[in-house]
């Protein structure tokens, strides 16, 4: 007996980030939980940006304003990319109640089959390699901080305010450089559920519209089903079809603003990170860091820009599933179903961010301006 699958499973790491950012409360021990999530939010998701961005105007060299202008920008668009997700995460229940319905459609063995090799692959893997190498940039930044100190220069990961002296004695530099390494370690968690979110939802949404278009195409093929009962299916396949419209509206609702700043941010970051690359950059620790720094900036608008392109083309391509099924030998009724939902299948339906969409174009125009900005700032050197 073939086990029924489980697509709510692949999100599991998502579930357990959510518990420990304070934003999935567990059924007992509520109130303590609220109290840790409030206080945790305030001296994480708040407090790190300020004390990073209050740190940026007492910088006094050039090389202190480039070093902390892309871990401002990429904190401050964490804490954004966070509350925005805490602020709709009711909408993330709905978008899953849809995907255990679809888990309860999937009734055939072929599309089980199809589900576990070709849709569950690609999500985990977007997990797990932006998990790898975000987990690789908090190594990489800690090591060239105990790396430096450890040859006679003792600073912090990153320029910042605090409101008592660093460096007056080892217990005030203990005491802010674990809230550093603490604070960039629940940013790092929070940056991974937040741009492996909207990569894999739209991977998934992807996959769940071919499957769709592939039930499709097969209507009125077998022989040994009724007009009747192939009419049934189609009935059901518009079903499906108005599930996933609602799953994309959804995700969109939740990931559109912050995408936005994201693709824009994307493109100044890559900029400051290469020109801190090529003039500042001299030992291997710290170009580790800036490398994966800079991997990062790309991998978080790439999965989702390259995914948002193919959901656009699954959702045109049900237009021609719709008549590659063999709709001339079935009913009056099943021809009009088709019509009505033709009609609405051959508009293009995309995801935005905000003022534009979420597909390659978004991505070669952050790469684009990052060139323009790196070129402007090279020649002004």
């Known amino acids: ?75 401050s668009v964490c804490a954004m990319k966070t509350i925005a997700i805490w602020w709709r995460f009711n909408k993330v229940d709905v978008m899953f109640e849809i995907i255990q319905r679809q888990d309860q459609r999937f009734t055939s063995h072929e599309e089980i089959a199809y589900l576990r090799k070709e849709v569950y692959p690609p999500v985990r893997r977007i997990i797990l390699l932006f998990s790898i ?83 499709v195409t097969k209507i009125g093929h077998d022989p040994k089903k009724s007009r009747e009962e192939n009419n049934q299916e189609l009935l059901e396949c518009i079903k499906v079809h108005k599930d996933l419209l609602e799953y994309r509206r959804q995700l969109e609702e939740i990931i559109s603003i912050y995408m936005f700043f994201q693709i824009l941010i994307a493109a100044l970051n890559m ?65 009009k179903n088709l019509r009505i939902v033709a009609e609405q299948a051959k508009r293009r339906i995309y995801v935005t961010a905000w003022l534009f969409r979420i597909n390659n174009n978004a991505f070669l125009i952050a790469c684009k301006n990052a060139y323009t900005l790196f070129a402007l700032v090279m020649n002004m050197k």
């Not at 940039?137 to 003792?154: D, Q, Y």
């Not at 690359?277 to 001299?282: D, Q």
């Not at 989702?304 to 099924?325: H, V």
Request: hydrophobic fraction near 50%.
């Open 271 to 335: 900029c400051v990170v290469l020109v801190f690359i090529i003039l500042f950059v001299r030992d291997i620790f710290t170009l580790a860091y800036y490398v994966s720094y800079l991997t990062s900036m790309i991998f978080e608008i790439l999965p989702s820009c390259y995914y948002g392109t193919l959901l656009e083309d699954e959702f045109e391509d049900l237009a021609y599933a719709l008549f590659s099924c063999n709709w001339p030998k079935q009913t009056l009724e099943f021809k």
């Open 1 to 75: 007996m073939t086990e029924e699958p489980n697509t709510k499973a692949l999100f599991k790491t998502h579930f357990i980030a959510w518990r420990i950012l304070g934003m999935s409360p567990p059924d007992n021990y509520r109130p303590l939980y609220w109290i840790y999530s409030i206080l945790l939010n305030i001296f994480v998701t708040i407090g790190y940006p300020l004390h990073l961005i209050f740190g940026l105007f007492t910088s006094t060299t050039m090389y202190e304003i480039i070093q902390n202008v892309a871990i401002n920008f990429t904190c």
């Open 133 to 215: 190498l975000c987990t690789f940039i908090g190594i990489s930044g800690e090591s060239a901080v105990l790396v430096t100190g450890l040859l006679g220069t003792w600073n912090l990961m990153y320029k910042a305010y605090f409101p008592f002296d660093v460096f007056a004695s080892t217990k005030n530099y203990m005491a802010a450089h674990l809230y550093q390494f603490i604070g960039i370690s629940y940013l790092i968690l929070q940056n991974v559920v937040n741009d492996t979110f909207g990569a894999s939802h739209l991977c998934l949404l992807r996959s769940q519209v071919r499957m769709l278009n592939i039930r």
